[in-house]
């Protein structure tokens, strides 16, 4: 079966480090994405992981351990617009349709 | 370059109604998605299409039909809307090959919000 797992929701405080975590079952694998969405808004793609390791996009990283399943959004230095949903989604490892399979979301909080 | 379109923005359906749905793209995207989402459950995908003239079941394609008769277009049909199917329609749409594999994200359009009484 498809899982794909994240914890519901999250706080933090402005100016602070948070790392919102992912783990996935999945039948194929061919890549990782982070999304993040804003209320009453579409997801916007924030980063993007198919190798064992960190990657660094200013303020947001993003790690992934394929044997392990895993992965986490590590978000530094955060602002009150950061206040979002964040979305884990794999990419299916079947064929060549780019399709994702998305967890439910983490809704992040972040207070002053 | 206005990305990711939809029409209607917001719909109020009577059960058994029917209505169309449109997501239309500039980025020459070869794949299109429909996506629900829903309180709790994330986005779900309804059917999709690689390419011109073709479409696919999803996870959730029951009560839905969908066309790509153009490569920029991709309508999603309710023949008979239930109150289930009261949701957030997003439609998305990607590269099949991109210069790097991030390129190959999903763009999302903002969102359709359908409410069936």
């Known amino acids: 079966g498809q899982n794909i797992d994240q914890p ?5 405080t402005e100016g602070a480090i948070v790392q919102i ?7 194929g694998f061919n890549g990782l994405f982070w999304y993040q ?4 808004e579409a997801p916007t793609f924030l980063s993007y992981n198919v190798l064992d390791g960190l990657e660094e996009k200013g303020r947001f990283s993003s790690f992934l351990s394929r044997s392990k ?13 950061d206040s979002a949903s964040y979305l884990c989604a794999v990419r299916d490892g079947g064929g060549a349709t780019n399709k994702l399979i998305f967890g439910t979301g983490t809704l992040l909080a972040v207070q002053p | ?3 990711v379109t939809q029409t209607p923005k917001f719909r109020v359906l009577k059960t058994g109604q029917s209505m169309t749905l449109l997501c239309a793209q500039d980025m020459n995207h070869e794949y299109m998605y429909w996506y629900r989402q829903d309180p709790g459950m994330g986005l779900r995908l309804i059917h999709y ?3 011109e003239g073709t479409t696919a079941k999803g996870e959730v394609p029951d009560g839905y039909n969908v066309s790509r008769l153009k490569k920029q277009n991709f309508l999603l049909g ?5 109150p289930s199917q009261t949701s957030v329609y997003f439609c998305a749409s990607s590269l099949y090959r991109g210069a790097t594999p991030g390129q190959e994200t999903q763009y999302f359009g ?4 359908l409410l069936v009484l």
């Open chain 2, 1 to 3: 370059n206005a990305g």
């Open chain 2, 78 to 82: 309710l023949e008979s809307a239930a």
């Open chain 1, 69 to 81: 399943g895993y992965s986490y959004l590590l978000l530094k230095e955060l602002q009150m617009k």
């Open chain 1, 8 to 12: 519901t929701e999250m706080t933090a």
């Open chain 2, 49 to 51: 299409s690689v390419g």
């Open chain 2, 110 to 113: 903002p969102g359709t919000r």
């Open chain 1, 37 to 40: 969405q804003h209320a009453g």
């Open chain 1, 21 to 27: 975590n992912c783990t996935y079952q999945t039948s």
